[in-house]
T-cell receptor
Framework: DAGITQSPRHKVTETGTPVTLRCHQTENHRYMYWYRQDPGHGLRLIHYSYGVKDTDKGEVSDGYSVSRSKTEDFLLTLESATSSQTSVYFC???????????FGSGTQLSVL | GQQLNQSPQSMFIQEGEDVSMNCTSSSIFNTWLWYKQDPGEGPVLLIALYKAGELTSNGRLTAQFGITRKDSFLNISASIPSDVGIYFCAGRPGSSNTGKLIFGQGTTLQVKP
């Protein structure tokens, strides 16, 4: 357990509104990731970070942005939420590029 | 993008039976990880594999890193009701230097007492 806290755990919002999800870790892991989970798709990578202020896109990054101003916090922002972004979002952290990933408990986001 | 094919998609078994599931890829992976997810929770790491041919156990669970580096297997022996959940394989591509994992679609396991 890497001491990962995601907030909020649940959120309902309306189409077109901005949404920010937060991931906080206490293990000083360098790498942080945002995944989304949808039925039939497993977990798909949205964005990741390899250090403070160092981020890059994953396979489903359209409509999302991220920021990492401190080692312990990784924020995921939906600038203008759409119904297709209804999903469960997971944050994960890892110590190095060949290390295990540890996951938070997820955020259930519903966009109406 | 790269994909992992995980099978079977679901299993419904009797308590005490053994379970096998596998993951295959068209490209080489450096690392294979197996996770279990309970409802409403994030995936929890079960076993990590780092070398081709590696066989690793964790209690009743055994996983193997395929010799071709394109597949991995997870076996659960003598299943019990608390084994219920979704099992995911995850692989780290050989070309990756970012640490990111690619996930299979998951195997949903149900155990009948």
């Amino acid at each position: 357990d890497a001491g990962i806290t995601q907030s909020p755990r649940h959120k309902v919002t309306e189409t077109g509104t901005p949404v920010t999800l937060r991931c906080h870790q206490t293990e000083n892991h360098r790498y942080m990731y945002w995944y989304r989970q949808d039925p039939g798709h497993g977990l798909r990578l949205i964005h990741y970070s390899y250090g403070v202020k160092d981020t890059d896109k994953g396979e489903v990054s359209d409509g999302y942005s991220v920021s990492r101003s401190k080692t312990e916090d990784f924020l995921l922002t939906l600038e203008s939420a759409t119904s297709s972004q209804t999903s469960v979002y997971f944050c994960a952290t890892g110590r190095g590029t060949n290390e295990k990933l540890f996951f938070g408990s997820g955020t259930q986001l519903s966009v109406l | 993008g790269q994909q992992l094919n995980q099978s079977p998609q679901s299993m419904f078994i009797q308590e005490g039976e053994d379970v096998s599931m596998n993951c295959t890829s068209s490209s080489i992976f450096n690392t294979w990880l197996w996770y279990k997810q309970d409802p409403g929770e994030g995936p929890v790491l079960l076993i990590a594999l780092y070398k081709a041919g590696e066989l690793t156990s964790n209690g009743r669970l055994t996983a193997q890193f395929g010799i071709t580096r394109k597949d991995s297997f997870l076996n659960i022996s003598a299943s019990i009701p608390s084994d219920v959940g979704i099992y995911f394989c995850a692989g780290r591509p050989g070309s990756s230097n970012t640490g990111k994992l690619i996930f299979g679609q998951g195997t949903t396991l149900q155990v009948k007492p």
